[in-house]
């Protein structure tokens, strides 16, 4: 799925510089820094422009997302959407105990470590949901990019040319 939201992004944006497309990306839940570091190496976005583009694009909705969720949930809750809105609030509550066990500890890994599911959207989703405080959330999630960001630059611009030279 995330490999098909990509690659539709990609083609919509054919015309935009490759810069652009991989902050864009960087903004998208489900794909986040993480697809915009790998559309940036595929695309020949050099890694010093790329890196910082991706990490302020994948952090620019974490304020958001903590200060208005609740507000745009109970909106969502009133319309026929309603079952996205409880989705989701469902699938962070699944995976907010071990954000409750090591409090700010468990953020930071959550939103750090590559996987799927996890990242700044759901991150965030979770210390909003949580009542956790908005400033240190921010930027416990903050820390979370950056080092997913170093893991996702090695993955897509240091291994690759170990691997296919």
């Known amino acids: 799925m995330a490999d098909s939201l990509t690659q539709s992004i990609v083609g919509a944006l054919s015309c935009a510089p490759n ?42 909705p974490v304020p958001f997302i903590l200060l208005f969720i609740d507000k745009i949930f109970s ?27 090591y409090k ?5 890994a959550f939103v ?6 996890t990242g700044a959207w759901m991150g965030a989703l979770i210390a909003s949901l949580l009542r956790l405080d908005a400033k ?6 903050s820390l979370g990019v ?6 996702m630059l090695i993955i897509s611009y240091v291994l690759p040319r170990f691997c296919f030279n």
Do not use: Q, Y
């Open 19 to 60: 810069e652009l497309v991989a902050f864009l990306i960087s903004i998208v839940p489900i794909l986040e820094l993480r697809g915009g570091l790998v559309a940036a190496s595929i695309l020949g976005v050099d890694w010093r422009l790329a890196f910082p583009l991706c990490v302020i694009g994948n952090i620019l």
């Open 112 to 117: 750090a470590v590559p996987l799927p599911g």
């Open 146 to 151: 950056i080092t997913v960001g170093i893991i």
């Open 75 to 101: 909106f969502i809750k009133k319309t026929k959407f309603h079952k996205l809105a409880e989705f989701f609030e469902k699938k962070a509550n699944g995976k907010s105990e071990k954000i409750l066990k």
């Open 136 to 141: 240190k959330s921010t930027f416990i999630i």
């Open 104 to 108: 700010e500890w468990g953020l930071f």
